[in-house]
């Protein structure tokens, strides 16, 4: 339970590379994700330096030294359309906490809906960009921000 609570969003990395072959290892763990009819709607795009420098992050995703995007697919039917991007939500927290057991951090950003961010990442029509992380060794974690007592986000109905 602790690795939930004390994972953070990460604002500056050390220069320090990532194993790429760890980082494949923890995507393919966080594939376990649960997802209806096992269609799997996440794509991952590795970002190198030319992709990165035109979309232009106004922190440069903390200069970390890994930039990954992930894609959610669409779909024809509206609600198929909604279990992907919760499918694909669920497949990235597997891969944060992954990252955060073994020491490394990540940005999560949203700049990827802005349609420069779309045609930089070319990002296929009805497809949602659900993040753009910074992957790294954090420089420094930030404190626990306050979280609403669960209490207060129940609700009993009859």
């Known amino acids: 339970m602790e690795i939930i609570k004390e994972r ?3 604002k500056q990395f050390t220069n320090q590379p990532v194993d790429m072959q ?3 290892t923890w995507l393919d763990a966080a594939g376990f ?11 991952v795009l590795v ?12 922190a440069n995703f903390g200069d970390a030294p890994l930039v990954l995007a992930v894609l959610s697919k ?15 939500s669920c497949f990235v927290q597997n891969f944060l906490l992954l990252a955060w057991q073994n020491g490394v951090g990540t940005r999560w950003a949203s700049i990827g809906s802005t349609p420069v961010a779309r045609e930089t990442l070319e990002v296929p029509e009805g497809y949602s960009v659900v993040g753009i992380f910074g992957v790294g060794y954090p420089m420094n ?9 669960i209490v207060d986000k ?3 109905l009859q």
């Open 33 to 43: 994700a649960p997802n209806h009819r096992m269609v799997q709607p996440w794509e």
């Open 74 to 88: 669409g779909a024809n039917v509206a609600v198929d359309q909604e279990e992907n991007l919760i499918a694909t």
């Open 154 to 156: 129940i609700k009993h």
């Open 8 to 10: 953070r969003n990460i």
């Open 47 to 58: 970002i190198g330096p030319e992709t990165r420098a035109k979309l232009n992050h106004k």
């Open 22 to 24: 760890q980082v494949m």
């Open 141 to 149: 974690v930030p404190s626990s921000k306050p979280r609403t007592p």
